[in-house]
């Protein structure tokens, strides 16, 4: 069983840029898929983006061109760089990993393993 550590989460102006990191312990990250989710109150999580287990990325078309994932498997780390950030990905984000094959398609469901998340305010 894998447990995961979100950090990085700030507040930010419009324009700027964040990096998440995610620490994963407890069983090596290559054999997951891992990815990044976000919340705001009152709506439901939605996926941002996520790497495979061949280490593919995969992006939501909201965040495409601007933010990269990427998983370093030596450090049984997830990272995401966040550019251009708009008020709009104000948001907790949260790390998530599943064994499963069905890790692309970034649902909620899909997903098993989650962290306790971090903070992402973007301010105008």
């Known amino acids: 069983q894998v447990h995961l550590v979100e950090s990085g989460g700030a507040s930010v102006q419009a324009g700027g840029s964040l990096r998440l990191s995610c620490a994963a312990s407890?069983?090596?990250?290559?054999?997951?898929?891992m990815a990044w989710f976000r919340q705001v109150p009152g709506k439901e999580r939605e996926g941002v983006a996520g790497?495979?287990?061949?280490?593919?990325?995969t992006y939501v078309d909201s965040v495409k061109g601007r933010f990269t994932v990427s998983k370093d498997n030596a450090k049984n780390t997830l990272v995401l760089q966040m550019n251009g950030l708009k008020p709009q990905d104000t948001a907790m984000y949260y790390c998530a990993a599943t064994r499963g094959i069905f890790c692309r398609r970034l649902r909620v469901g899909d997903y098993n393993y989650w962290g306790q998340g971090t903070q992402v305010t973007v301010s105008s």
């Open positions: 790497v495979d287990r061949r280490d593919w990325p």
């Open positions: 407890g069983d090596t990250a290559s054999s997951y898929c």
